[in-house]
């Protein structure tokens, strides 16, 4: 079965086996199901499985969770870079979905801080005129060590953001504005923009805001969900922990 994007190849082989290929034909990975499946559809969403069993006239939905490698040197962070877990947004500062959620992401941070890393990744939009000039903004402003101010400002404009309020932004913030106005025109700047556009084409982002929690995608954006999630890997780490220990 070929998943609709062509992103990912399924194969059920004799035994229950289930072998993930991605699109290009490289094994991604094994998962055994047992000898209870005879055929395999896709399902209505990019990483869900129909499995069939004709004998019993049978099917079952299975939903599989990619952990993905997401590059993230050089982007904007918080929090210690070893942390356990690693919290990763891809956003756009024109977006009203990703306004709202920056105030859950930080109040999360703060719960998680000693434990967290939170990442951002731009990913501006097409439709959205100002939000790559937005994106290179606050990379400039994360050369003086205020991306996360500047950040928090572009979010609470998210909706009449255009290059004269950015400007005002930036000296809101209190940004050097010589060196401002010098690092937005950085054809390096770009390149990171650029970067994380294509790191997101290659783990089928669509759209923002898209959070990955270690990896993998984080369906519930919500502050009880992030929260649930980030626990469930802090667990795990403690495990993995005890288990080298013995």
């Not at 990619?66 to 904007?76: A, H, L, Q, W």
């Not at 980030?230 to 795990?236: F, Y």
Request: proline share 4%.
């Amino acid at each position: 079965a070929v998943a609709l994007s062509g992103r990912w190849i399924f194969v059920l082989a004799e035994g229950g086996d289930l072998f993930v290929y991605s699109g290009d034909g490289e094994l991604e990975g094994s998962i055994a199901l047992g000898e209870s499946y005879d055929g395999i559809r896709v399902g209505p969403i990019e990483e869900s499985l129909l499995l069939s069993n004709r004998k019993e006239n049978r099917i079952e939905v299975v939903t599989l969770s990619f952990i993905r490698k997401i590059d993230t040197e050089g982007s904007p962070h918080l929090g210690p870079c070893d942390a356990p877990v690693e919290v990763i947004v891809f956003s756009e500062f024109e977006c009203p979905h990703c306004a709202k959620l920056a105030p859950v992401l930080h109040e999360i941070f703060e719960k998680y801080e000693d434990k967290a890393k939170l990442v951002y990744k731009n990913y501006p939009l097409k439709n959205h005129r100002s939000s790559v000039a937005a994106a290179a903004a606050a990379l400039a402003a994360d050369r003086q060590g205020k991306f996360w101010p500047f950040h928090d400002l572009l979010y609470k404009d998210f909706n009449r953001l255009n290059n004269q309020r950015i400007q005002e932004i930036a000296a809101e913030a209190g940004l050097d504005m010589e060196a401002f106005k010098k690092d937005v025109s950085d054809p390096r700047i770009m390149t990171q923009i650029r970067k994380d556009i294509a790191d997101a084409g290659k783990i089928g982002v669509r759209g923002v805001p898209t959070v990955y929690i270690n990896g993998r995608f984080q369906p519930d954006r919500s502050l009880k969900g992030l929260s649930d999630s980030i626990q469930r890997e802090l667990d795990k780490a403690k495990q993995a922990v005890r288990m080298d220990g013995e």
